[in-house]
């Protein structure tokens, strides 16, 4: 497995002979113009996760790439090739499955409405299990090796995401959804997590394939 941490939450992977896109969102540019994908794949509607405006462009340059989305992003956005993947559904491609857990995005106050979200575990044989959880800490999928651990959001705290990294358990991880913090915010939340969960967290913000261990 390889994996390319892209800015905020979009990540890369690739793993099988398949390469899978993750959230690619107005928060990145390192998306821009990637070809090669055999999958691209949306967790929510909000636009750091989804930029409506160059996804198209996206598509036209991975025209065999499937493009599949949590059921509501296909409703707030016209894109094309578009299908939905709710929460409970499992996507086969090559010898690698991807499921999509959990069902909503995490309160951010009680008077904004709740929107969908889905997080994505995604494993192959020989392969570390890997979870995106899209902007939500409420569900913990079991077996999970790799996680891609949000390091802050206006829908959650310090106290939130330390306890999800200890529930998850996962042996490595690398800080997501990190595009509204500065320098000092980000070393703030990996140190914490690092000192108070078993997760060991490795910095990829240049944006280079890794393998994790």
């Given at each position: 497995m390889l994996i390319s941490h892209l800015g905020h939450s979009t990540v890369r992977l690739e793993l099988?002979?398949?390469?899978?896109?993750?959230?690619?969102?107005?928060?990145?540019?390192?998306?821009?113009?990637?070809?090669?994908?055999?999958?691209?794949?949306?967790t929510h509607q909000h636009l750091d996760h989804i930029d409506p405006i160059r996804l198209p462009a996206l598509l036209a340059a991975n025209p065999e790439a499937k493009l599949m989305v949590e059921p509501t992003v296909a409703q707030a956005h016209r894109l094309p090739r578009a299908q939905p993947l709710a929460p409970g559904t499992r996507l086969v491609l090559g010898e690698v499955t991807l499921s999509a857990v959990g069902g909503r995005h995490?309160?951010?106050?009680?008077?904004?409405?709740?929107?969908?979200?889905?997080?994505?575990?995604?494993?192959?044989?020989g392969e570390p299990r890997f979870f995106h959880p899209g902007d939500a800490l409420d569900t913990i999928p079991e077996g999970v090796d790799l996680a891609a651990v949000p390091a802050h959001g206006p829908w959650c705290a310090m106290k939130e995401i330390i306890d999800f990294a200890r529930q998850l358990g996962a042996g490595q991880g690398?800080?997501?959804?990190?595009?509204?913090?500065?320098?000092?915010?980000?070393?703030?939340?990996?140190?914490?997590?690092?000192?108070?969960?078993?997760?060991?967290?490795?910095d990829h913000r240049d944006g280079c394939p890794w393998q994790p261990a």
């Open positions: 099988a002979g398949r390469s899978i896109l993750i959230d690619p969102g107005n928060f990145s540019t390192a998306w821009h113009g990637l070809t090669g994908l055999d999958l691209i794949v949306v995490a309160v951010i106050h009680r008077d904004i409405p709740r929107i969908g979200n889905i997080g994505l575990v995604v494993e192959a044989p690398f800080l997501i959804h990190d595009g509204l913090i500065n320098q000092r915010g980000w070393a703030l939340s990996f140190e914490r997590l690092n000192d108070m969960t078993a997760t060991v967290l490795t």
